[in-house]
């Protein structure tokens, strides 16, 4: 089985919201998935872009192959760079609870 990770939309008429999704490369565009991994809103301003990078790194390494806009969305959200070093970016240090 070919898996793709590609965007599935959901949202109203004229006002797209976007999962970004593991799929089997014969289901349809906004049929059956494997995983949700995260989603995109390209409607706000800027665009929010919320990504497991964990599983999304997990299904790169399983082979998976991205669309053109997942890899640009999996860019942005730091998952390409973790999967292609192997090690987690770094995030922002969390607050000490004082």
Do not use: C
């Not at 014969?26 to 800027?46: A, H, K, N, Q, V």
């Not at 860019?75 to 004082?98: F, H, N, R, Y």
């Amino acid at each position: 089985m070919a898996v793709k990770l590609r965007l599935m939309r959901i949202g109203k008429k004229k006002q797209p919201v976007y999962r970004v999704v593991a799929a089997d490369s014969r289901s349809p565009r906004d049929g059956r998935f494997i995983e949700i991994l995260g989603t995109y809103e390209p409607r706000i301003e800027p665009s929010r872009v919320l990504i497991d990078n964990d599983r999304a790194v997990h299904w790169l390494s399983e082979g998976a192959q991205p669309t053109d806009t997942v890899t640009r969305l999996l860019t942005q959200s730091g998952a390409i760079e973790q999967w292609k070093t192997g090690v987690k970016p770094l995030a922002a240090a969390p607050a000490a609870d004082q």
